[in-house]
Nanobody
Framework: EVQLVESGGGLVQAGGSLRLSCAASGFTFDDYTIGWFRQAPGKEREGVSCISSSDGSTYYADSVKGRFTISSDNAKHTVYLQMNSLKVEDTAVYYC????????????WGQGTQVTVSS
């Protein structure tokens, strides 16, 4: 059974940091990309970052470039999103999803983890 489980969300002040984790199981990790998405109340879901487990290539949305870093521990089948210099507008539910390509829609999704950034 394919599973993606996010963790690491929480409440942080603006300027602070959080690290999200996405633990994957039930599939061949190296065959897929893992992406982070977020959805704030009343807004559409947006892609934040993505990593290819096979070659380590990464993608970042312009809104998070220079502040967020995605990484992958292939031995642990876990993808991390280090979020620094957090802003109030980063507040959202963050989801990880797998797909063959970083521009794919994602075929399996985690349950999400709430990130709240206070001013």
């Amino acid at each position: 059974e394919v599973q993606l489980v996010e963790s690491g969300g929480g409440l942080v002040q603006a300027g602070g940091s959080l690290r999200l984790s996405c633990a994957a199981s039930g599939f061949t990790f190296d065959d897929y990309t893992i992406g982070w998405f977020r959805q704030a109340p009343g807004k559409e879901r947006e892609g934040v970052s993505c990593i290819s487990s096979s070659d380590g290539s990464t993608y970042y949305a312009d809104s998070v470039k220079g502040r967020f870093t995605i990484s992958s521990d292939n031995a642990k089948h876990t993808v991390y999103l280090q979020m620094n210099s957090l802003k109030v507008e980063d507040t959202a539910v963050y989801y990880c999803a797998r797909d063959y390509y970083c521009d794919g829609p994602g075929d399996y999704w985690g349950q999400g983890t709430q990130v709240t950034v206070s001013s």
